[in-house]
Structure formats: structure tokens, C-alpha cells
């Protein structure tokens, strides 16, 4: 269920690279238990953004707090609190399934009982008990981002932090993934999630649009469809782009 207290909170975020703005003065909110898109073109500055709320890289300016704690002094703390899959794929290739639920798992600090029982819940909820001892870079690539989600909240996180998730996969595959998304919303874990497929933002509650590292447009997908007068997100986002032309 979603609450209306914030839990990620952006005020004025820019990164700058050189001379060359890669987030200029990006605010918003993602309140508690929401699903919120954050979407773009490639290149919009959506990953640079995500790196820097997950803790991974430093904001040139701005106040940004995540779960309560603050960007710049609390990061440890930040990386405890949430789970993050990278845009490329963040499983060990020569490792087993279970040798990375087990190495990942060990990373989160959660005691080993208790990696053995959730190895076991997680294989048989996935269906993949057969292919427990394959390696990685052995199963197709569906299978392997399903998994590497679930690695990602498998120490339920406040927070999931999902960049490009989707990006190779099958319609199919990608259905599945965002049933796995609601899931996990419905477990009070908060999604964010980066996207460039535009059909995939009427499955988010809320969104925000990036162009050129800017945040152009931020609403509910059904609000924002009715304010540009389009019957989809992605001629919202067209409609967007031309008025920048």
C-alpha cells in the first residue's frame, strides 16, 4: 500500500561530468510503497541519477534523501537499506545459481540458516531446482534476470532500485518480470524502476520523463495522458521530445 510520506526526496540534483550537465536541477518525491518510473530516452541521464541515489557516485549539488538517510553522509547506511540491479547484468557468470544467491546473500549480512531456507523458498518459487548447480552464463537470459531481481530483494530492501531490467528480453519475459515488481510492491518494498520502453510506464503508478537530463514531465500515467490529449505513454513522450525540437 502506498504512503504519502516520501521516501526517496530529490531537491535540485545536478551531476556534472566537465562542462557536460548529465542531471540538471532534478527534483521530486517517490512516496512509500509505490512503484515510480523513471523513464528517458538512452542517454537522458537516467543511470547517472539512479547511481547517485543508490549511493554509488556523488551529486555536483543538490539535497537528496533516501529512507531517511542523507546522500552525502550516510551512504552506508543507504546501501544497507536497498537493493539496486544495474542495467548491465550484475550476477556472477562463473558462479552457480545457488553459489550467487549464497554470495550475494553473505553481502547482505543475513546469517546462514537463514540464506538456506530463503535458497530453498527462492528456487522453488522461480521453478529452477533443476538448474540449481549450472552456471550462470549456462541459462538463458529470461532466467537470468528474473533471478538477479529476486538477489536484489532477497534481504527485503525499503527500497529496489531497477535499471533498464527488462532491456533484451522477450514481451513474455517482461510480462512475468513486472508481475515479480507488483509482488514485491505488494510486500511494502518501494520499486524504482528506470525504463526506455514507454508501454512499460502505464504498468508504474507514478513516472517522471527525462530529456537531455531534465525531468520535462512527473504524474500518474492516466494524468499525463489526458494533459498532452494521447492514449499512450508513448506519444506522450513524442509529444515531449518535438516540443524540445
Known amino acids: 500500500m502506498i504512503n504519502t510520506t516520501p521516501i526517496i526526496s530529490v531537491q535540485n540534483l545536478v551531476k556534472k561530468f566537465g562542462d557536460f550537465v548529465a542531471n540538471d536541477d532534478l527534483s521530486f518525491d517517490v ?4 512503484i515510480f518510473g523513471f523513464l528517458g530516452a538512452n542517454g537522458a541521464g537516467k543511470t547517472t541519477a539512479i547511481r547517485i541515489l543508490c549511493g554509488l557516485s556523488y551529486p555536483t549539488s543538490g539535497k537528496i534523501n533516501i529512507a531517511g538517510f542523507d546522500i552525502y ?7 544497507k537499506t536497498i537493493g539496486y540491479m544495474s542495467q548491465k547484468f550484475s550476477l556472477y557468470e562463473d558462479l552457480t545459481v ?3 544467491i549464497r554470495f550475494y546473500a553473505g553481502i ?11 535458497t530453498k523458498e527462492l528456487l522453488n518459487k522461480l521453478q529452477i531446482s533443476d538448474i540449481k548447480d549450472k552456471l550462470i552464463k549456462d541459462i538463458p537470459l529470461g532466467w537470468k534476470q528474473k533471478l538477479a531481481f529476486s538477489v ?5 530492501p525499503k527500497i529496489v532500485f531497477l535499471d533498464e531490467p527488462t532491456g533484451g528480453v522477450d514481451p513474455i519475459t517482461r510480462r512475468q518480470f513486472w508481475d515479480m515488481i507488483y509482488e514485491a510492491s505488494n510486500n511494502g518494498i518501494t ?3 528506470t525504463t526506455h520502453y514507454m508501454d512499460e510506464a502505464e504498468y508504474c503508478d507514478r513516472v517522471s ?3 537531455e537530463g531534465k525531468l520535462v514531465a512527473i504524474g500518474k500515467p492516466v494524468e499525463l495522458m489526458k494533459t498532452y490529449n494521447v492514449e499512450n505513454m508513448n506519444d506522450v513522450f513524442l509529444k515531449l521530445a518535438r516540443s524540445k525540437e
Open 108 to 118: 547482505y549480512g543475513l546469517r546462514r540458516n537463514v540464506i538456506k531456507e530463503r
Open 209 to 211: 520523463i527525462m530529456s
Open 73 to 79: 553522509k550516510e551512504r552506508d547506511q543507504i546501501k
Open 152 to 156: 536484489s530483494i532477497f534481504h527485503n
Open 191 to 193: 520499486v524504482f524502476v
Open 31 to 34: 512516496k512509500t510503497g509505490e
Open 98 to 100: 545457488t553459489e550467487n
